[in-house]
């Protein structure tokens, strides 16, 4: 009996721990459902479903065009005058502006717009009349023109070329190789606009006032389209044709736009790009009628510096 129960405790001492039960596996759709899960970081700024986009800008620009202002005080109208004779005949820096919010991938509002204030002085260098002033070429003029312009437009818009895996190769990194979209465009324009002229010196003696001014606001409906080209979605071109009008009673007004741009938005830097462009915002202005009618016809334009914010 001895010998038995030392044999037991032998084999008792040399039996293994019995051990903890190992956990199943996880089925193989948990597995990838975990896969999916782990990548949490935002989209692509193209492929989000709310995007905004900041265009600030300078543009180069180049004032233009025909001016006639009211004659209340003396008989006959006033004649047409270009602008240059009145000392705007220098290009200028001015602040240009664009925003737009992307809703998903047909829809996009947008807002764009500019201000631009000039004062010349100048000496004339012909015998005429502006208004009610006269002058000649012993006379000095002061002129002043305050010029705002700002839309509100929405597009629709959607791909009519594009380069994917299904027909043709990809460059690096998933991009597409290229893409082309068109839109039409409708919304509203603002022009408020603002002529000061003043004779404030001559060595002649005239009739008639030394002084006439005008202040105009318009309102045009806006309809137009875009077309865009990117390349390697970091390229890009597009072109952009509008037109307004305001034919209602007295006042009316028409204008257009001819807007070409260029731009370079890295993917290194997924939220910024630099911008070129050129821009021709033509117009035609009128109120009034016989000597009371107001006139400027023209256009202003010039190549566009700036860049792009993302969001």
């Not at 006379?139 to 312009?149: N, V």
């Not at 893409?179 to 002649?204: F, P």
């Amino acid at each position: 009996m001895l010998a038995l129960a030392l044999l037991a405790a032998t084999l008792s001492q040399t039996q293994p721990a019995a051990s903890q039960p190992e956990a199943a596996p996880a089925p193989a759709q948990e597995v990838a459902n975990t896969a999916n899960n782990t990548d949490t970081s935002a989209p692509a700024w193209q492929h989000a479903q709310l995007r905004l986009r900041v265009e600030p800008s300078l543009w180069y620009m180049g004032p233009g065009g025909e001016l006639k202002l009211p004659s209340p005080t003396l008989a006959g109208e006033g004649e047409d005058l270009e602008i240059d004779e009145l000392g705007f005949d220098s290009p200028e820096l001015v602040p240009h502006i664009e925003a737009h919010i992307f809703a998903g991938p047909n829809w996009r509002f947008g807002v764009r717009g500019f201000t631009f204030s000039d004062d010349q002085t100048t000496l004339m260098s012909r015998t005429g009349r502006i208004g009610d002033i006269g002058f000649d070429n012993t006379s000095t003029m002061r002129s002043g023109l305050d010029y705002s312009t700002f839309e509100i437009e929405a597009a629709y818009g959607f791909e009519v070329l594009r380069g994917d895996e299904s027909k043709e190769p990809l460059l690096i990194n998933g991009r597409r190789r290229f893409v082309a979209r068109l839109e039409g465009i409708a919304g509203l324009r603002l022009i408020d606009i603002d002529w000061e002229v003043e004779r404030i010196a001559s060595s002649s003696v005239f009739l008639g006032g030394s002084r006439a001014a005008v202040d105009e606001t318009y309102i045009q409906l806006l309809g137009g389209g875009r077309f865009a080209f990117a390349f390697n979605e970091e390229w890009g071109i597009d072109l952009t044709l509008m037109l307004g009008a305001s034919p209602f009673g007295d006042a009316t007004s028409f204008s257009g736009d001819i807007i070409v741009g260029g731009t370079y938005e890295p993917h290194w830097a997924p939220n910024f790009g630099i911008q070129l462009g050129y821009r021709s915002a033509f117009f035609s202005l009128a109120s009034g009628e016989g000597q009371d009618e107001f006139e400027y016809a023209g256009a202003h334009q010039g190549l566009m510096l700036g860049v792009v914010l993302k969001f």
